[in-house]
């Protein structure tokens, strides 16, 4: 009998667990993975393959260079030593360039990615192996969700990890610049594009974060919410962050969102299993309610911890769930920077694979099975 949720429970591992994980797992014989990950300036870039090249895997690798109009010098000259490092530690490699926005400002790094991997050959291949860490949510959220739509549709590989480096502090280091171009990210538009979900009640979860006022506030507009949730990371490894979210945003919170303090959203920092079972009970109390009137809809909007962001990816897939984002064109970096993390915090998410029993509850694509 399928189960009610697709990830609980799941098979998730955290800090030294994770890396023993790798050391183990993929140390075996019969393993042949296909590694997915960013060739950028992120400072996390080089963790996952490092630790798969020293667990002695088998891996062959493509790796996205995400590319944006006016890149800053700096950013190019950290991509291109995170490069370099990449193509000496795996040699059955390539490096595909992806433009994020096209000539006339449309955003579509997302399809373009889901293009390189429709060309791709699996044969062989028993993993999929994907770091988010130096990729964007318009280009992983895609590209996780073709290899799950492969796995559902019976044409593995059978399975699928998800992994990245946990650094709170980092991902507020990283400030991005938002363009002009509010949407949903490709593959995830959910029911908002459904006749069924018209008069819907739509409510908005954004996951707040330092610096990102001016992109909410247009993606606030775009999504026309009727209700609001903000969501706040609590535990934090600053326990004092969740009050600093609250006092920056506090004029939208009280007079552009309007939003009563009972209706926040509290998930853990360090764990998206947390928030992705959280955005789930939240659909599940409000589905009965407004059954009558039109039915609910929550629209997830992810910004900053990129741990956080893969509980609401998993929260949009199990429900079909539309992601409006605000990509961003481009990124300036703290001073505090370093060029490379040198003992990373790893998170794994097992997504799909032997671990979990059959059958699987049925995955949707904007409203419609993927079988």
């Not at 590694?35 to 996390?44: E, H, I, S, T, Y």
């Not at 853990?268 to 409000?286: F, G, H, K, Q, W």
Request: hydrophobic share 45%; aromatic share 8%; proline share 7%.
């Amino acid at each position: 009998m399928a189960r009610d949720r697709r990830w609980d429970p799941c098979i998730a591992h955290h800090g030294v667990e994770a890396d023993a994980f790798v050391a183990d797992y993929f140390a075996l014989k019969d393993r042949r993975v296909l590694f997915v990950a960013g060739a950028g300036f992120d400072p996390r870039s080089r963790t996952v393959a490092a630790r798969l090249v020293a667990a002695g895997a088998s891996v062959r690798a493509i790796f996205f260079q995400e590319n944006r109009p006016n890149a800053l010098q700096g950013l190019i000259d950290r991509a291109s030593a995170n490069t370099d490092a990449l193509l000496a530690a795996i040699a059955d490699r390539e490096v595909v360039p992806v433009d994020i926005f096209g000539p006339d400002g449309a955003v579509i790094g997302g399809r373009n990615v889901v293009a390189v991997l429709n060309r791709q050959q699996f044969d062989g291949i028993t993993d999929i192996v994907i770091d988010i860490s130096a990729l964007s949510v318009g280009t992983s959220f895609p590209i996780i969700r073709y290899f799950l739509e492969r796995i559902e549709r019976r044409k593995g590989p059978a399975n699928l990890h998800v992994f990245v480096a946990h650094d709170p502090k980092l991902d507020a280091d990283i400030r991005s610049v938002p363009s002009d171009s509010p949407g949903y990210v490709h593959g995830f538009k959910g029911g908002s594009t459904l006749d069924s979900f018209a008069t819907a009640a739509k409510l908005w979860l954004p996951q707040l974060a330092a610096g990102r006022r001016r992109a909410l506030g247009r993606l606030h507009d775009f999504v026309a919410p009727h209700d609001t949730c903000p969501i706040l990371p609590f535990p934090a490894t600053n326990p004092r962050l969740g009050d600093a979210l609250a006092e920056e945003y506090l004029t939208e919170l009280e007079s552009g969102w309007l939003v009563d303090t009972r209706n926040i959203v509290y998930a853990d920092e360090s764990d998206p299993v947390d928030l992705y079972r959280t955005i789930l009970r939240l659909d599940d109390l409000r589905k009965p309610v407004f059954a009558e009137t039109g039915g609910s809809l929550l629209v997830l909007s992810p910004f900053g911890s990129k741990v956080m962001a893969l509980g609401a990816l998993m929260a949009a897939l199990e429900r079909d769930l539309p992601v409006a984002h605000l990509e961003p064109i481009g990124y300036d970096l703290g001073s505090s920077v370093p060029t490379e993390i040198a003992a990373p915090n790893l998170v794994h998410i097992w997504l799909e694979g032997d671990v979990y029993p059959q059958p699987r509850p049925a995955l949707l694509i904007e409203g419609k099975t993927a079988k």
